[in-house]
């Protein structure tokens, strides 16, 4: 084949019938190609979806982190407001029939609690439960000690769960 100054190679098939743009078209053949696959559209009308800037991506992505953690922090103050807290603050072993079980309590003063106690012995089985009421307070956290009775020598008590009466 001979070739011209300004002459662009011809379109080549495919083994598969797909049809292989040559590696550098000139703006003759774009124009043609555009207008044989869209016909009556001008070069400059184009359907393709603007592209979005990577600024945009970056107040997005800003925006989207910004929300999260107000979600997160929203969640965390709404789970944790209104709640009873305890903390155990140890144990005393009196006999092989009673422990008396020492902890703290934060919580509305105003509201009375209930607190869930329990013993265990030496092989962890629970060998003493027992559930006491906390009435309300002039102020929070209280410290409180309260008897036990065991049906065997407990080696450790605590408190598992305290909740408002009522």
């Given amino acids: 084949m001979v070739s011209r100054p300004g002459a662009t190679a011809p379109p080549i098939l495919s083994p598969s019938g797909r049809l292989d743009v040559p590696t550098a078209p000139s703006a003759t053949w774009s124009r043609c190609h555009r207008e044989s696959i869209h016909p009556g ?81 030496e092989h962890h089985a629970r060998v003493g439960t027992g559930q006491v009421t906390v009435p309300p307070a002039d102020t929070s956290p209280t410290r409180h000690v309260e008897p036990l009775r065991t049906v065997s020598r407990a080696v450790t008590g605590y408190v598992d769960s305290c909740s408002y009466t009522g």
């Fill in 41 to 121: 559209r001008s070069p400059m009308s184009s359907t393709a979806a603007p592209t979005v800037s990577r600024r945009t991506w970056w107040i997005v992505g800003t925006v989207g982190v910004v929300v999260m953690t107000a979600f997160a922090i929203w969640f965390g103050i709404a789970g944790a407001s209104g709640k009873v807290h305890w903390y155990n603050a140890g144990f005393e072993i009196v006999s092989d029939e009673q422990i008396d079980v020492r902890f703290d309590v934060r919580r509305d003063p105003t509201r009375a609690v209930t607190c869930d106690l329990h013993a265990l012995d």
